[in-house]
């Protein structure tokens, strides 16, 4: 995992792709399979909180400009 792409929503992203795409694969180690979940569980975790960082600065978007709504999205 790269320190400098974890800040970056759309490289967290797209590693937890490719996570995803190896941990489907049958061919993968058992061992290296843990160690791919760890670090998606990590870069979950940081897609998370870029997101609901998104959120609050959208919110205050919202707020400022009573013209604007912001609809709750899951």
Known sequence: MNKKNDDNFESALRRLEQISDLLENEDTPLEESIKLFEEGI????ICEE????????????????????????K
């Open 42 to 45: 990590k870069l979950k975790e």
């Open 50 to 73: 870029r997101l609901k960082s998104a959120k609050v600065k959208i919110d205050k978007i919202v707020k400022k400009n009573k013209s604007l709504s912001s609809t709750e999205f």
